[in-house]
Structures are given as structure tokens and as C-alpha cells.
């Protein structure tokens, strides 16, 4: 079993940053694949970021590849989702996700189905 913990939502105005943080507990994170996805009121929940277990290769959605960037430090148990020049478009609850055998590659990565553990969620509000 996983627990999954996010940090660091809140308000912000557009143009601004916010840095989230997923603490992880319950099994050895470093053999997880971790990723971020949002939710926004009447929209489906969409893949936002993805890191592997090495931490050398990340992946992320078009809408947010250059002003989002994710890490992990495999030592503290933490994944960071830092996200730059948000957008209104960008408000939404942000999810941290663990998987155990997540396939390689974006489309593997960026399915929902194919992680094993979620957080409680993170609202983030960018305002214009």
C-alpha cells in the first residue's frame, strides 16, 4: 500500500507560480512511477506530468510543456510539480499518482488507468 500526500495549492493570480509538493509512504518510492493530473469542475481528470524512477526522463501535456516542470527526489519520498506562468485555464484540483509497472513511454504514462495509488487532491486557482 501507498500513501499519497499533496501539498501546496491555493490561489494565485495569472502570470504566477506555485510549487506543489506529493509526499509518498508505504513502500519503496523509488520503485514507483510517479505522475500529475487536474481535474477541473465538469471536465475529465487529464495527465498534466509524469517523472520516471531514475528521475532522468519526465513528460508532460502540451498545455503545460515549458511552464511546468516535475522532479522527484528519491531520498526525501517527494515529487515536485513546479508550475510557472499559470493561466486561469490552469485552476483545477492537481492529483499525485503512484504506479508499481507502468509501461514506458508518454502514452503509458499519461493514462490514468495505469497508476495504482492517488492523493486526495490539491486545488489550485489561478484567478485573471
Known amino acids: 500500500q501507498v500513501e499519497l500526500v499533496e501539498s501546496g495549492g491555493g490561489l494565485v493570480q495569472a502570470g504566477g507560480s506555485l510549487r506543489l509538493s506529493c509526499a509518498a509512504s508505504?513502500?519503496?518510492?523509488?520503485?514507483?512511477?510517479m505522475g500529475w493530473f487536474r481535474q477541473a469542475p465538469g471536465k475529465e481528470r487529464e495527465f498534466v506530468a509524469a517523472v520516471v524512477w531514475t528521475g532522468g526522463t519526465t513528460y508532460y501535456a502540451d498545455s503545460v510543456k515549458g511552464r511546468f516542470t516535475t522532479s522527484r527526489d528519491n531520498a526525501k519520498n517527494t515529487v515536485i510539480l513546479q508550475m510557472n506562468s499559470l493561466k486561469p485555464e490552469d485552476t483545477a484540483v492537481y492529483y499525485c499518482?503512484?504506479?508499481?509497472?507502468?509501461?514506458?513511454?508518454?502514452?503509458?504514462?499519461?493514462?490514468?488507468?495505469?497508476?495504482?495509488?492517488w492523493g486526495q487532491g490539491t486545488q489550485v486557482t489561478v484567478s485573471s
Open positions: 508505504g513502500r519503496t518510492f523509488s520503485m514507483l512511477a
Open positions: 499518482a503512484a504506479g508499481l509497472n507502468v509501461c514506458p513511454g508518454y502514452n503509458c504514462r499519461a493514462s490514468a488507468t495505469n497508476y495504482d495509488y
